[in-house]
């Protein structure tokens, strides 16, 4: 089976604009989940969805936004982007969600200049 | 305790067990507890988890005591290998809190 996927891997973007991460779980998990991480404040729950539905959500602000397809899929959107949103940006699938056991995948380095 | 907190680093020789403690504010007896173990470059990578006084796999062992004021995982015989840094992550409130540890960097020497 294959893992999760998250594209691209890294990405550089100016303070002010918005990014699009992607994240493709491993096939047939109905959770993905999304998290960030940074040296200072470690990993942070951002939010996590279920079949299209967001479940649950982290103490982010509103620029931080995602949606899961149909096929599982999951997108992560960060608007108006800020230098402290530069991060490992990391996605994990998995059957039950949260309260089960999640895989995660390799993440994403979005560095904000 | 407002934050979930974890020794930030162990050393430890091959062979021996390794306990770590992840100390959080005290959960109810049906919230989870979960270990990860992240290598450099790498997503974390599930070892464990469990709500109940103790529960064991084939790698580890996680012991929840009586307060449930803090969970610890127990390594067994560490390898080399398990040279990582381990979150603990914290769900409660009816999973709706989710709270990763501080993390803790295992560095087992030969």
Sequence with gaps: KAGVTQTPRYLIKTRGQQVTLSCSPISGHRSVSWYQQTPGQGLQFLFEYF???QRNKGNF???FSGRQFSNSRSEMNVSTLELGDSALYLCASGNQGLAGEQYFGPGTRLTVT | LAKTTQPISMDSYEGQEVNITCSHNNIATNDYITWYQQF??????????????KVTNEVA???IPADRKSS???LPRVSLSD???YYCLVLSGGYQKVTFGTGTKLQVIP
């Design chain 1, 61 to 63: 602000p509103g620029r």
């Design chain 2, 61 to 63: 062992s996680l012991f």
């Design chain 2, 40 to 53: 450099p470059s790498q997503g974390p990578r599930f070892i464990i988890q469990g709500y109940k006084t």
């Design chain 2, 72 to 74: 610890t995982l127990s």
């Design chain 2, 83 to 85: 040279t990582a840094v």
């Design chain 1, 51 to 53: 079949s299209e539905t």
